[in-house]
């Protein structure tokens, strides 16, 4: 994995999923150490450009051993590694933002805990602004990270 700092904003060239995985490990110590236990990210990208991915290594990085799924048809999955909240969203099949009033969004992000939303566009309007914003992009076989810390 190469980093590379442009305009207040970190570049990562990720050639494989492990390179991924191990930015999600970086990731998740970055927020920690920069916004203490409570943090709002967003996750941009198309399908297939390593979003949950992303999550996956994060939560493995905290010692999470259990299966890592998208919360696509749940639009949540909650986790609790040690007394640290994550919330992992995924709004890809929200077509109106008031649906997120059914998983309690309000009372979600305003109690402590890492939130993580995967297609966070689909909420405008909804959400505050991120403390940290990831777009992954698809380049051929590989991905590029473009991270911005707010």
């Known amino acids: 994995m190469v980093s590379f700092v442009t305009d207040l904003r970190i570049q990562h060239h990720l050639p494989d999923e492990t390179a991924t995985m191990a930015l999600g490990g970086q990731l998740i110590d970055e927020i920690l150490g920069r916004y203490g236990r409570s943090s709002l990210v967003f996750l941009r990208g198309e399908l297939g450009a390593g979003k949950t991915t992303l999550v996956r290594g994060m939560l493995k990085h905290l010692g999470y051993t259990g299966v890592v799924k998208s919360p696509t048809y749940t639009l949540l999955e909650p986790y609790n590694i040690d007394g640290q909240e994550l919330f992992h969203f995924d709004l890809y099949r929200v077509h109106d933002p008031q649906e997120l009033e059914f998983v309690g969004i309000d009372e979600i992000i305003d109690t402590a805990g890492i939130k993580l939303f995967e297609w966070p566009e689909r909420a405008a309007g909804w959400l505050p602004e991120p403390t940290v914003d990831v777009k992954l ?7 590029v990270a473009h991270v911005q810390y707010g």
């Open 137 to 143: 992009e698809v380049a051929g076989e590989s991905r």
